[in-house]
């Protein structure tokens, strides 16, 4: 389930982060609140840091950037000891993302994006191009939010710009600490559908601090599950900690071995997507109404020039107009081809369809999934749980036998 | 000043302390203010008094620093100071409630209005006009320091009474009390504490503007003050100014005092 | 009464201007200073207690008395007035600027300080413009407060309008006797009103939209 493998031609634009033999120790407190983490982040990958609250996670991430100094220990980015930098100009190369966006009220939302790149210096014009394109590419349209306060976005939105804000001076590590925190869940698993979208477009190297073993198998590409002390339970890929929990406080953490679990792991890309109608913003609507009837549609996708969908009307509405419509991109909800089986379910249980669209890389329009793949799927998933359940307990009553 | 409103959100859950066995919460401001003032009073006017009677001081002076003549100043200046403010609180809470009543709600803000231009009035105008009209003497003196400590006790009035909860006084009514019966029960008691600020700074303002009767013969520790300045005497100008201080000082400690100790308790 | 301010025009329109002119330096040293404290308040939390009771207490003295201390110093003349109007006006900014830092979220302070603000760059990015709805209004409270203390302080002939009120009580009696004393307060009263719009003015250009009541 790794970016690696999807996409082997990206470039990777993160940088290693090492730290070793890591400590931070808060005067007049008896245990350390990090005790000796050593521990490689490849470039390129996300890494979840999760754990119950109070195991040293955030404090190891804010070591990262140095809003924490550690009482010994080295921590090298890309090779280099971060403590040899002054703490600003490193913190000007490493994004920092935290819950709810924090943005800054009296800025609008172009100048909260455009704060790091203005400290370094950037001139006016790349600033702004900047700011757009990023905008653009966290899925809001520059023209429309560019001159807004955070209080005129929503908090979804105000999460966006927050991870727009993030990457403003293309970084090669970005820091997240429990970055969708303060939104609903719908809201929540769009924002991570785009950060995985993003991701595989960019390859920063993404440290994202999360109390939310669903988020973290979500997301990471590694996770680190950490115990009081900021000691490691386990450091590895969803699917190895799923399958082999190291010990009982992980297995316990992660709720490993249900189906449920399997399933929240399954991603959409790995299911096969329909295809129904398509048509383009503009497009007459005869050629395509007729298409739709041929194939027994009753809606018919629009995609605009981007290959981006941006509506899906029901056939008689579309019949309404003689040219297909657009309608703000915003209002309709799709699933990232990375989301998981769970985030698609609850869409379509939310949504007017019983079908969702289905979006790769810069929201490009890839296909429909329904529910029925879906619980298809899962039937599939549980057959295959309950039969190696069974194989398990006539081991085990064979090697009762064997005894008795 | 608004102090009341601008410091609230300020004070933290911590940083109030509530005494066993009381509900009253006082805040750490509060405390201060309720200490420091009495203190540095006491050890400034014992080091006046030191001074006092050591100092060399020609006749001018000894004649101006008379015990007795400073006793009599000050006793005009409180005297001042008392009377102009319960002037204001006789006509400024009568006055509030009824603007808080049925029809005359409406008229609340144009009368705020007017009070809140006439503040922007210099006290010194103020007093000066009312000489200019009245003559001077004690009472010309009551009429600009009530005129001026009017507004703070008027609008807290007002805000008071306006910030009681509606559901209780809806509980109120539904018990069967008459309007007058909620007034007095219910909606009064709750004010008290906002009232009750605005007499405190209706006090400050009114003593400190004490200070400025002698300009018009009303007497007041001003006139010390004035005197030194005239007759360009520093030790008459700060003494003056000292007496002027630390009574204004003591009156506000007072208002504080009257404040705690006329808060309703439960709140 | 209108001979009177059509003979002197000119020379009540200067004085006016000198009114307007000591109050509106004398905020504007003064929201230096109180701004100035508050930050340094801000950052050692023991001197809230401390800066809120000087600031209570130095509000309470009547300004006579303060006019009254500083002539042994300072002398008479635009020296003691200056340095009587400011001190009063630092006090109400002194206060909001305080709570107006503190009402600063945190969080907002340390993701500036995360994406590499250096401690001005907060202070002068961050923090002044979030609190600084609530210092003008300090301010704006300043400004109205020390329009009449600057009256009280013509008495050791400070500039502007007040000296007007004086001569009225001076030549009490006399024919123009309650035409200067009127030209004095009401001048006083017309330049803080005037004041007071340029104060929202400020307010419109210098608080930003996005956090604007």
Request: charged content about 20%; aromatic content about 6%.
């Amino acid at each position: 389930m790794t970016q690696t493998e999807q996409a082997p031609d990206r470039q990777i634009s993160g940088a290693e982060l090492r730290l070793e033999n890591v400590v931070k120790r808060y005067p007049g407190q008896k245990v350390a609140a990090v005790d000796s983490l050593s521990l490689t982040i490849p470039a390129g990958e996300i890494v979840a840091f999760v754990g119950p609250s109070g195991c040293g996670k955030t404090t190891s991430l804010k070591m990262l950037n140095r809003l924490i100094e550690p009482t010994s220990g080295t921590i090298l980015l890309d090779g280099k000891d971060i403590s040899q930098e002054s703490a600003t100009s490193l913190r000007r190369k490493i994004g920092y993302v935290i819950q709810g966006g924090s943005l800054f009220p009296h800025l609008t939302v172009a100048a909260n994006v455009a704060v790091v790149p203005k400290m370094l210096g950037w001139d006016k014009k790349r600033i702004t191009e900047r700011t757009d394109e990023l905008l653009d590419l966290v899925g809001l349209d520059p023209d429309r939010y560019r001159d807004r306060y955070p209080r005129e976005l929503s908090g979804g939105q105000q999460q966006r710009v927050g991870v727009a804000r993030g990457l403003a001076a293309d970084p090669p590590v970005i820091l997240m600490d429990e970055p969708f925190g303060a939104v609903d869940p719908i809201t929540r698993q769009r924002l991570q559908d785009e950060l995985i979208s993003i991701q595989r477009e960019l390859r920063k190297t993404i440290v994202c601090v999360t109390h939310d073993i669903d988020e973290a198998i979500k997301l990471g590409d590694r996770i680190l599950i950490l115990q009081e002390g900021a000691r490691i339970a386990q450091y590895d890929t969803p699917d190895a900690i799923l399958a082999a929990p190291a010990n009982d406080f992980v297995a316990d953490f992660v709720g490993a071995g249900s189906t449920l679990k399997q399933l929240s792991l399954a991603r959409v890309r790995s299911l096969d997507l329909r295809h129904p109608t398509t048509a383009r913003v503009g497009d007459d609507t005869g050629p395509a109404v007729r298409q739709a009837e041929e194939a027994g549609d009753d809606a018919i996708v629009v995609i605009d020039s981007r290959d981006r969908p941006v509506a899906w009307p029901w056939l008689r509405q579309v019949r309404h107009h003689d040219t297909v419509q657009s309608s703000p991109r915003e209002n309709l909800v799709t699933l990232d081809e990375a989301a998981t089986l769970n985030d698609a379910l609850d869409t379509m249980l939310t949504a007017a369809h019983s079908k969702v669209i289905v979006t790769g890389d810069r929201d490009k329009y890839l296909g429909v999934l329904d529910f029925e793949t879906v619980t298809e799927h899962m039937r599939k998933t549980e057959r295959e749980a309950v039969e190696h359940q069974h194989e398990l307990e006539e081991q085990e009553q064979e090697a009762v036998s064997a005894d008795g | 000043m608004a102090d009341t409103s601008t410091t609230a959100p300020a004070q933290p859950a911590e940083d109030e302390l509530a005494p066993k066995g009381s509900g009253r919460v006082i805040t750490r401001e509060m405390t201060l203010m309720l200490v420091v003032p009495p203190a540095l009073v006491a050890a400034v006017f014992g080091a006046f008094v030191w001074w006092r009677q050591t100092a060399d001081l020609d006749s001018v002076e000894a004649q101006q620093l008379r015990w007795s003549e400073l006793r009599r100043l000050g006793v005009e200046h409180v005297q001042l100071t008392v009377v102009a403010a319960l002037i204001v609180v006789a006509v400024a809470v009568p006055l509030g409630v009824l603007l808080t009543r049925g029809r005359f709600r409406a008229a609340a803000p144009v009368v705020i209005g007017i009070a809140n231009a006439g503040q922007a009035a210099p006290s010194v105008g103020l007093i000066v006009l009312l000489f200019l009209w009245l003559d001077g003497g004690f009472w010309t003196a009551i009429w600009a320091l009530s005129l001026y400590g009017i507004l703070p006790v008027l609008r807290n009035t007002i805000v008071g009474i306006q910030g009681v909860d509606p559901t209780l006084l809806e509980a109120g009514r539904g018990l069967g009390m008459t309007n007058l019966a909620t007034l007095g029960k219910v909606e009064l008691p709750l004010a008290v504490p906002v009232i009750m600020s605005g007499v405190r700074t209706a006090l400050v303002l009114i003593a400190g503007t004490a200070s400025l009767a002698c300009f018009i013969d009303a007497g007041g520790l001003g006139e010390v003050l004035q005197t030194g300045i005239t007759l360009f005497r520093f030790s008459l100008m700060v003494t003056g100014a000292v007496l002027i201080a630390l009574i204004a000082l003591l009156i506000e400690w007072l208002g504080r005092v009257l404040e705690l100790a006329t808060r309703p308790k439960g709140i | 009464m209108w001979d009177f301010i059509s003979e002197r025009g000119d020379i009540i329109a200067y004085n006016a201007l000198q009114h307007a002119n000591l109050v509106l330096q004398a905020v504007f040293v003064a929201t230096i200073v109180a701004v100035g404290i508050a930050v340094l308040v801000d950052r050692f939390q023991f001197l809230d207690p401390v800066a809120n009771t000087v600031s209570a207490i130095g509000l309470t003295i009547p300004s006579f008395a303060l006019v009254g201390l500083l002539l042994p110093l300072t002398m008479i003349g635009a020296l003691t007035a200056f340095i009587c109007v400011a001190f009063y006006a630092t006090l109400p900014i002194l206060r909001n600027a305080v709570v107006g830092f503190a009402q600063v979220d945190k969080t907002l302070i340390e993701s500036a300080r995360g994406m590499g603000m250096s401690d001005l760059g907060v202070l002068l990015r961050v923090r002044l413009p979030l609190a600084w709805p609530v210092i003008h209004a300090g301010v704006r409270t300043s400004v109205q407060m020390s329009m009449g203390i600057a009256a009280i302080a013509a008495y050791v002939l400070g500039p502007g309008l007040g000296g007007y009120i004086f001569t009225g009580l001076t030549q009490a009696g006399g024919v123009n006797a309650v035409n200067y004393a009127l030209v004095g307060t009401v001048g006083i009263v017309l330049v803080a009103l005037v004041a007071d719009l340029l104060m929202l003015l400020l307010g419109r250009v210098t608080i930003s939209k996005g956090i604007r009541a």
